[in-house]
């Protein structure tokens, strides 16, 4: 069950400029009712509290003239809430019907009459077959986040019994039914302040929603909507714009995010779709920020690997390098040249990345002599995964590619240095990948909320050639 996140997808409704979606969310049937239980819980709290000012009049009585009545005191002691619905208003809202709910009531009641003639006792309070209606309007705040209110609210109650105690019977049951309506009036004014009070009370929650969501020295990502939510008589559909920017400069991507659409099936409370144009997004951000790009030396490489990164090993397949820099210990630079490019296909993510790989000598005053310089062309398969409240992943090396870019050491065969560059892709640089992957990103959050029983699954979402538009998308279900 998915907590806060069915809130949040109830009440989430900002809208912004930019149409572009990478991320769609649906709540369906299974979902609503879990919400609905959540409020029963919270109007049920609400009524409890409910109190009624001391009603005080006077009313001719038969025989023995004029009464003054009191009733003071007044408390509540038990709800009900046992029949209830929450249906979605297609095109338009959220509507409560709650029925044959009751409340108990106690208090004290005093009498005048005749002057001098005083009595006095206690009551306890009936009311039954209440009624109430009410619609929950979405719509944002000044700050982008969403913000709930009820538009109307109707509260009928179907009787109201009164019980005395202690006193002359014979004398209240004469203004019983009099006071009963009073209370009945009085109580229909109540009900409906404490259920738009309890709506309004998950606005302090929904302002925690990481509508801008930090990821980490150089991107956040932002979950405001790019258009309104689409409300069916079965599930509510929303449109974030899922995208990734530089913490520092919003700068928009080159490519846009196309259409996309989540799968039919609501069996489960949430759907969450995130698309191949988030996952692009941040491919962009890391790479415009220069993040994708790694010097990899010697002490980094485990010690019972027989690959060193020193001239000695690599003078074994480019003799000039033994024969120029003897004995020196190396250092290669690997640096992405264009975005990384991620395809999702059904149960499978793939990384391409175009890199160049540049090899220096380490001279005795720390100098760099540069040797050669390596276009490779690598592929690797994502496992994603959520951990809390955040999306990881790890990575493992498909293929790798090498060409010759640039030599400072004359001609030599790229194929010869293959095994010793895997070696290096698969001793450091992939690890050091994971280790980054496995921090994650944010998905959007109310407060303290969790996902539970969240299952993912890797989806193809058109069938045509790869662009960076949404081809595929992550599926989360729970």
């Not at 890199?355 to 398969?381: K, R, W």
Request: charged residues 15%.
């Amino acid at each position: 069950m998915c907590l806060w996140y069915i809130l949040l997808l109830i009440a989430f409704t900002h809208a912004t400029s930019s149409t572009s979606s990478g991320v769609k969310v649906k709540v369906t049937d299974n979902g609503i009712e879990y919400g609905r239980q959540l409020g029963m819980t919270s109007i049920q709290q609400k009524l409890k509290s409910i109190t009624i000012p001391d009603i005080s009049g006077k009313q001719r009585v038969s025989v023995i003239g004029k009464v003054e009545y009191r009733f003071s005191n007044m408390q509540t002691v038990a709800v009900g809430l046992p029949t209830s619905a929450v249906d979605l208003i297609p095109g338009s809202g959220v509507r409560l019907s709650i029925s044959n709910a009751f409340i108990s009531m106690k208090g004290n009641w005093r009498v005048k009459f005749r002057r001098i003639l005083r009595d006095s006792g206690s009551f306890d309070l009936s009311v039954k077959q209440l009624s109430i209606k009410t619609g929950i309007a979405v719509k944002s705040d000044e700050s982008g986040r969403p913000q709930v209110n009820t538009f109307d609210c109707a509260a009928t109650v179907g009787s109201v019994s009164i019980k005395f105690h202690g006193g002359a019977s014979w004398l209240y049951n004469l203004f019983k039914k009099i006071i009963s309506k009073a209370l009945q009036n009085a109580l229909e004014k109540k009900i409906c302040p404490l259920v738009t009070n309890a709506v309004s009370d998950l606005n302090p929650q929904l302002k925690t929603l990481n509508v801008l969501a930090k990821v980490d020295k150089y991107a956040e990502i932002e979950y405001s909507m790019v258009s309104a939510p689409e409300i069916s008589s079965s599930s509510l559909s929303l449109s974030l714009k899922g995208q990734f920017y530089n913490i520092e400069k919003h700068q928009e991507t080159p490519f846009p995010a196309a259409n996309f659409s989540l799968p039919p099936q609501n069996n489960k409370m949430l759907y969450t779709g995130v698309s191949a144009f988030t996952a692009n997004s941040a491919a962009f951000v890391y790479n415009t920020a220069g993040a994708l790009s790694l010097y990899i030396t010697d002490d980094m490489i485990p010690q019972s690997s027989p690959i060193r990164l020193n001239t000695r090993t690599f003078g074994v397949f480019i003799p000039q390098i033994a024969k120029s820099f003897p004995g020196l210990l190396m250092k290669l630079l690997v640096k992405t040249v264009k975005n990384p490019i991620i395809t999702l296909e059904p149960n499978n993510a793939t990384i391409q990345a175009s890199s160049t790989v540049s090899a220096y000598a380490i001279q005795s005053n720390g100098t760099l002599s540069p040797l050669f310089v390596l276009n490779m062309e690598t592929s690797v398969s994502a496992r994603v995964f959520v951990t809390g409240m955040r999306v990881a992943g790890t990575v493992i090396l498909n293929k790798m590619d090498l060409t010759l870019g640039t030599s400072y050491v004359g001609d030599f065969r790229v194929r010869s240095l293959d095994n010793i560059l895997s070696v290096v892709l698969k001793l450091v640089v992939i690890p050091t990948l994971n280790v980054q992957l496995a921090k994650g990103y944010p998905l959007p959050t109310l407060g303290k909320m969790k996902l539970v029983n969240t299952d993912l699954q890797i989806l193809k979402v058109r069938k045509r050639t790869f662009s960076r538009n949404n081809d595929g998308m992550f599926c989360f279900k729970c």
